[in-house]
């Protein structure tokens, strides 16, 4: 199931919203999405699962939304600590897919 | 909480077998969960290379699964990746992670993750 994800990159200032898309080719089971945040030299944070539930510790900022083969993440009000490199990923058919990534940097 | 650390050699061989070991503190591996290993090439996207039940099950990656080995070692809180006849396109970060699985069946995403070890592949 090959994920797609727009915009490639995103330039944004802080306290502005950022929508984040991520298509699959086919339709992801049960909604078994993921998000994470990836910074320079860092392993990949989840952020995001079961397309709309977020992770352990995200703040209320970062929202998820969508089923079938599309879904958004939405950034209601960008903080400096954001800006960074998003992945989708699912986990409802084999083999697990990863998004290309969108890079989301300061305008 | 739940850690992960990979270790292993940064370099190896065209041609040769990589080995990385993941260590876990603060969860017995037994206990359940799917444990993960996902690579990243040098400036790329995420490609998740298998994974292994606390049962022992294993599920990877049709690409990778001619090359492949994923063990657990209950007893040593470890769980091991071996990929055989490397090349360079094998140059990546390589994380461990464990996967959390979704309501019903076998579909994981990943928390907690290591931090990453690179690996190159060169002569």
């Known amino acids: 199931n090959v994920l797609t994800q727009s915009p490639g990159t995103l330039s944004l200032s802080p306290g502005e919203g950022a929508t984040l898309s991520c298509r699959a080719s086919q339709s992801v089971s049960s909604s078994y999405l993921a998000w994470y945040q990836q910074k320079p030299g860092q392993a990949p944070r989840p952020l995001m699962y079961?397309?709309?539930t977020r992770a352990t510790g995200i703040p209320d900022r970062f929202s998820g939304s969508g089923s079938g083969t599309d879904f958004t993440l939405t950034i209601s009000r960008l903080e400096p600590e954001d800006f960074a490199v998003y992945y989708c990923?699912?986990?409802?058919?084999?083999?697990?897919?990863f998004g290309q990534g969108t890079r989301l940097e300061i305008k | 909480q739940v850690q992960l650390q990979e270790s292993g050699p940064g370099l190896a061989k065209p041609s040769e077998t990589l080995s990385l070991t993941c260590t876990v503190s603060g969860y017995s591996i037994s206990s359940g969960y799917y444990w993960g290993w996902i690579r990243q090439p040098p400036g790329k996207g995420l490609e998740w290379i298998g994974s292994?039940?606390?049962?022992?099950?294993?599920y990877y990656n049709p690409s990778l699964t001619s090359r492949v080995t994923i063990s657990v070692d209950t007893s040593k809180s470890q769980f091991s990746l071996r990929l055989t006849s490397v090349t360079a396109a094998d140059t990546a970060v390589y994380y461990c992670?464990?996967?959390?699985?979704?309501?019903?069946?076998?579909?994981?995403?990943?928390?907690?993750w290591g931090q990453g070890t690179l690996v190159t592949v060169s002569s």
């Open positions: 992670a464990r996967g959390v699985i979704g309501a019903a069946g076998w579909g994981h995403w990943f928390d907690p």
């Open positions: 079961g397309a709309s």
């Open positions: 292994i039940y606390h049962s022992g099950i294993t």
């Open positions: 990923q699912q986990y409802g058919s084999s083999p697990i897919t």
